[in-house]
């Protein structure tokens, strides 16, 4: 499928895509080191398992919320611009807080409102970097497949170290140091997207079709545009409901061999051996994604397909709670297990998934498609 996207130089260079993965993988390290230090922060100090949750949930909330809502802003100014500004907000944010409780002025009330600035902040952050992916494998002359595939492989190796970094960290030097490292990486990951992509990458993208004369549309006819698109793609859809579900549990297998009380070597290979299968299937589904959405529109049909494919998470915790504490734990994995395998499986019979085998329209048909408000091409 041809879409409309930056004018890409003949000469290719892997400056771009190494670019983006490090800052994908500064931002997320710094991120996994945090999830460690201030929920262990919150408890040493407080004391309190509620209030350790509250400070996970001012996080999560506003990362889903702001993340939806910021699509037509990354798609209008620019992934670029907004990747850079966000970290460093992110960082000021993290940073407040060790500096804060040093002054002996970090009160609850203000944590949470840091808390939510990270979260706020990391959103935007993250979808930016996600926007400027498939244009650094233009640049680099890498097929889209493979980019997404390093994408994935980076924040996940990102999301393995930092949390272990983060333990290291808390046991060797307390919570607060992690603090302060997870604000130095999201600056790391600031400097590279401003200083070191090379000039002209993440630029916002202009409408092909637009007049020089054509007034800009403003922020709610974009975020409109965008979920009408969503709306019309039902391969997109499933995509975002499978994955709003599984995110809302997790894997079958994981599921059933903690159930049964297997060995623990039984539950590691287990857990190994989905993992591996799960990482085939991340970079063929952000792929798709890329491909069936016009390049100008990518902000804000991956920032609703992320927070709803998201929005699960922050639920699940609080249902399984729930749910162990009136049944148990092994009748919840059970229930848990089987609702997974059931979405996974079922969901391949759908005719909708027989779109990715399909030839696909250009981007014109579908940027039409969507302005009219009917299905795009498939």
């Keep these: 499928m041809t879409q409309e996207g930056p004018a890409i130089p003949g000469r290719r260079s892997l400056r771009p895509l190494a670019g983006v993965l490090a800052a994908i993988a500064a931002s997320v390290t710094g991120t996994r080191i945090s999830l460690i230090a201030l929920p262990w922060f919150v408890l040493v100090t407080t004391g309190s398992a509620t209030r350790t949750g509250l400070v996970a949930f001012f996080e999560m909330a506003p990362y889903v919320l702001v993340k939806a809502l910021s699509g037509p802003l990354v798609d209008r100014t620019g992934p670029r611009t907004v990747s850079?500004?966000?970290?460093?907000?992110?960082?000021?944010?993290?940073?407040?807080?060790?500096?804060?409780h040093t002054l002996d002025l970090l009160s609850f009330p203000?944590?949470?409102?840091?808390?939510?600035?990270?979260?706020?902040?990391?959103?935007?952050?993250d979808l930016a970097k996600e926007v400027m992916v498939p244009e650094a494998?233009?640049?680099?002359?890498?097929?889209?497949?493979?980019?997404?595939?390093?994408?994935?492989?980076?924040?996940?190796?990102?999301?393995?170290?930092?949390?272990?970094?983060?333990?290291?960290?808390?046991?060797?030097?307390?919570?607060m140091t992690g603090l302060v490292v997870n604000a130095g990486c999201f600056v790391l990951g600031s400097v590279i997207v401003a200083v070191a992509l090379p000039r002209g990458t993440g630029r916002p993208v202009v409408d092909p079709s637009a007049s020089a004369d054509t007034q800009e549309p403003g922020y709610w006819r974009r975020f409109g545009e965008g979920f009408t698109f969503l709306r019309g793609d039902p391969l997109l859809l499933a995509v975002i409901v499978v994955v709003g579900i599984t995110n809302l549990l997790a894997g079958a297998p994981?599921?059933?061999?903690?159930?049964?009380?297997?060995?623990?070597?039984?539950?590691?290979?287990?857990?190994?051996?989905?993992?591996?299968?799960?990482?085939?299937?991340n970079p063929v589904l952000g792929a798709v994604l890329?491909?069936?959405?016009?390049?100008?529109?990518?902000?804000?049909?991956?920032?609703?397909?992320?927070?709803?494919?998201?929005?699960?998470i922050p639920l699940g915790g609080?249902?399984?709670?729930?749910?162990?504490?009136?049944?148990?734990?092994?009748?919840v994995l059970l229930v848990c297990g089987a609702a997974y395998l059931l979405t996974t499986t079922l969901a391949g019979l759908r005719p909708e998934w027989r779109a990715m085998d399909r030839p696909r329209g250009n981007g014109a048909q579908r940027e039409e498609a969507a302005r009219d408000g009917a299905r795009p091409v498939s």
């Design 84 to 100: 850079w500004t966000t970290d460093l907000a992110s960082a000021a944010a993290a940073a407040s807080i060790p500096l804060l």
């Design 110 to 125: 203000v944590l949470l409102g840091l808390v939510a600035l990270i979260g706020a902040a990391r959103g935007p952050g």
């Design 137 to 175: 494998a233009e640049r680099a002359g890498t097929p889209l497949e493979r980019a997404m595939g390093l994408s994935g492989v980076i924040e996940r190796l990102a999301s393995t170290i930092g949390p272990a970094a983060g333990g290291a960290l808390v046991a060797l030097l307390g919570p």
């Design 254 to 281: 994981r599921f059933l061999v903690l159930a049964l009380d297997a060995p623990l070597g039984v539950v590691l290979a287990v857990f190994a051996v989905s993992g591996f299968g799960a990482g085939f299937i």
């Design 290 to 312: 890329v491909e069936r959405v016009p390049r100008r529109m990518l902000g804000r049909v991956n920032a609703l397909g992320d927070s709803l494919a998201w929005s699960g």
């Design 318 to 331: 609080l249902l399984a709670g729930a749910a162990v504490t009136a049944a148990g734990l092994t009748p």
